[in-house]
């Protein structure tokens, strides 16, 4: 968040945010003093989002069911990249290999 004070005006610009604690991100906290002109970027506004332990669960489920038919880390990569390949818009978004972590899968 930034807060800029203009001539007595104060303006506060909040980028993208979540009043939600995320794993990689802490939530959203209430500023201290109401400013006169608030900006906020809101990608999901107004978008009701299914709660994480779902949405983790559903991830989860679906990497375990590859793994108990047979998959392997290396499919599950190969799935991905197919699936980059199909999608220009993440072209930009790499995928990294780590054989430890994928020993461990």
């Not at 990689?24 to 906020?40: G, K, M, N, T, V």
């Not at 970027?41 to 990497?63: A, C, W």
Request: net charge negative; aromatic share 10%; hydrophobic share 35%.
């Amino acid at each position: 968040m930034f807060m800029v004070d203009l001539v007595g005006v104060r303006v506060l610009y909040t980028g993208d945010y979540s009043r939600e604690e995320d794993r990689h991100l802490r939530a959203a906290e209430i500023p201290q003093f109401s400013p006169d002109i608030c900006i906020i970027e809101s990608t999901y506004g107004m978008q009701l989002h299914q709660p994480r332990n779902v949405r983790e669960k559903r991830f989860t489920d679906v990497i375990h069911s590859t793994i108990s038919q047979g998959g392997r880390a290396q499919e599950l990569l190969l799935i991905l990249d197919v699936y980059w390949s199909n999608h220009p818009e993440i072209h930009n978004i790499p995928i990294y290999y780590a054989s430890p972590l994928a020993k461990s899968i």
